[in-house]
């Protein structure tokens, strides 16, 4: 199980999706940034530890996170 985790700029977390596979995770971030009118138009990841996957969708100060539970 995966939780789908987004952090606003002010550093506030809440979870917004969860998701079997990465593939469906990645679904519920692009389902959240259409939801917003938001355009990505890169996804880079990164590890930040054995658990959690960091995604930037190209705004610089907002995240998404991909938590293994």
Do not use: P
Not at 8 to 30: L, M, Y
Not at 39 to 56: G, H, I, L
């Amino acid at each position: 199980m995966l939780n789908v985790i987004f952090e606003n700029s002010k550093g506030q977390k809440r979870i917004i999706g969860t998701a079997e596979t990465n593939d469906e995770a990645f679904k519920v971030i692009n389902d959240f940034l259409t939801d917003h009118n938001y355009k990505s138009y890169y996804q880079r990841t990164w590890n930040k530890d054995d658990k959690t996957t960091v995604v930037d969708v190209g705004s610089h100060t907002e995240f998404f996170y991909i938590q293994e539970v």
